[in-house]
């Protein structure tokens, strides 16, 4: 278990990663800066207790919003998260510069003086609403836009965070809207206050009515308004900031060093801070293609991992990571449970039903869903049924492929020890040639696991006990554990490669060779 009052700097959690420091504390908890003892690898991790099955639920919800978002340079990206108990762990990426808040507040953002401030409040605008427009082309709308949500790099590119409000959907025309009705009374797990900032709502997230991503928009220009005004623009609420933009239009700036507005970015506020909503701009978009006139920032990008999901007739996820990772759809397990006796798990048409998204969408959710068949079949254990073993063991590696697919290696190499722990049980209690078929394998995926991670001399370990179990099948003229042998050897004589041991790495590419001209015999 994690605990957020023991964790300081120089603590490791999950085997592998090194607590530097605390960055923080928000609405879900504590916030530290870590790095991995393997890859060196830094991030930012936000740690959540999660008790009751609704706010478990609430999590996932919010956190498909954040880790489905395409990747773009100004969005903070979400990496990994673990569950440990009744704990969440969230890997995110570690921005090394603060927020914008911090810049406005330690003067950062005028550095240079007042020319030179203004190109980078520019450059900063600019890219703040391509982030901004990003969201809102995946039909979310963020609700709680503001500079201390916005992180900066150490070179000023902002990049857009805190997304559990986002969760909402919205149809993206100007006629339809979202009701805010289903956050009343619920905080959100994700964001750091919970739910909107007065200071930079618009006329109606203050009244509670519904809305669009004119919302977001009104709060971009109150953040913009920021900027220039050097503080918290609208301290009494964001729904006056037209009221303010015009008395710091008409009268003389506060600080003589702060550069002044130019009348095409006043303009752009004005529109923002239409109370009629149908007036402001329809997109930022729009403000985009203005602001870009004075500036040389990049446009953002899409990502492989949004291509579309492709499934197999059997429900076999395919293709669904780009270092080749697959697994079953969680659907399979729901029949397979069921047929076991599960009575807690859904039909599997009813979960198939929701395989959509993009692919870190479609990781989040099967892992979630993943936890709910393992609980399954862990009853059935506890209830007499050891049968469940087997059928745990093959889940859980299924389970370490969707880990590895989200980059987190050492919680994928803990579950797929676990997987081979469950079947090398089940296998000598009850012997089922059907799990020990999936034995060879496993411990291949083990050894692959640990050699990404360094651990060559363990790989070789895994690769010499599943070569001892595909020796047995194949003595057995089970022909396709033939070619499972050939690839333990092949992949052990790599090993030994690099680890410099040439003379045992030919006698293994000999010996994968040799069980190949095995396998055309007998074929």
């Not at 991995?36 to 207790?49: E, H, L, N, P």
Request: charged share 20%.
């Amino acid at each position: 278990m994690v605990d957020n009052n023991t964790l300081s700097p120089g603590s490791i959690i999950l085997d592998e990663y090194i607590i530097e420091k605390g960055l923080g504390e928000g609405g879900m908890g504590k916030v530290y800066l870590v790095s991995s003892q393997i890859t060196g690898a830094r991030f930012a991790v936000k740690c959540a207790k999660i008790v009751k099955d609704f706010d478990r639920k609430n999590f996932i919800t919010e956190l498909q919003a954040w880790i489905g978002l395409h990747e773009h340079p100004n969005l903070t990206a979400c990496n990994f998260f673990r569950v440990i108990g009744a704990e969440v762990l969230i890997f995110a990426e570690y921005i090394d510069g603060g927020n914008l808040q911090d810049w406005i507040s330690d003067r950062r953002l005028y550095a240079g003086g007042a020319e030179i401030a203004l190109e980078r409040i520019l450059n900063i605008a600019t890219q703040f609403a391509r982030g901004l427009q990003s969201i809102h082309e995946q039909n979310l709308i963020h609700q709680d836009i503001k500079p201390s949500n916005v992180l900066m790099t150490e070179v000023g590119i902002p990049k857009i965070t805190d997304f559990g409000l986002a969760r909402t959907r919205f149809c993206a025309t100007d006629r339809s809207l979202v009701s805010t009705g289903v956050l009343l009374g619920k905080e959100s797990i994700l964001v750091s206050s919970g739910g909107m900032t007065p200071a930079y709502a618009s006329p109606e997230q203050c009244a509670g009515e519904s809305l669009s991503r004119k919302t977001d928009i009104w709060s971009w220009g109150v953040s913009v308004l920021d900027m220039f005004i050097g503080d918290v623009s609208c301290p009494y609420g964001g729904n006056i900031a037209a009221e303010v933009l015009r008395h710091y239009l008409e009268k003389e700036q506060k600080e003589k060093s702060l550069p002044v507005m130019p009348q095409q970015v006043a303009d752009v506020l004005i529109k923002c801070f239409e109370r009629d909503f149908s007036r402001r701009w329809g997109s930022l978009k729009e403000v985009v293609e203005i602001l870009s006139k004075f500036t040389n920032t990049p446009l953002g990008h899409a990502s492989r991992w949004n291509q579309p999901l492709q499934l197999s007739e059997d429900g076999v996820l395919m293709d669904l990571d780009i270092a080749g990772s697959k697994w079953q759809s969680p659907g399979c397990w729901i029949n397979i449970a069921i047929k076991l006796g599960a009575v807690d798990l859904p039909e599997y048409k009813e979960h198939t039903s929701l395989r959509q998204g993009s692919r870190k969408v479609q990781i989040v959710e099967d892992f979630g869903a993943y936890r709910q068949i393992e609980s399954s079949l862990r009853k059935l254990i506890m209830q007499g049924k050891t049968e469940a073993s087997g059928v745990l063991g093959q889940l859980c590696g299924d389970m370490a492929h969707i880990l590895k697919s989200a980059g987190d290696l050492a919680g994928a190499a803990q579950l797929q020890t676990e997987a081979i722990s469950l079947m090398e049980e089940a296998v000598s209690s009850h012997p089922d040639k059907k799990i020990l078929a999936f034995l060879p394998m496993a411990y291949m995926n083990q050894a692959v696991i640990l050699s990404q991670i360094g651990r060559h001399k363990d790989a070789i370990v895994a690769l010499d006990r599943g070569i001892a179990r595909a020796n047995v099948l194949a003595a057995e003229k089970w022909w396709w554990h033939f070619d499972d042998l050939a690839g333990l050897y092949f992949n052990k004589a790599n090993r030994l490669r690099s680890l410099g041991e040439l003379q045992s790495a030919v006698e293994n590419y000999d010996k994968a060779l040799q069980t190949l001209v095995d396998f055309e015999q007998l074929v």
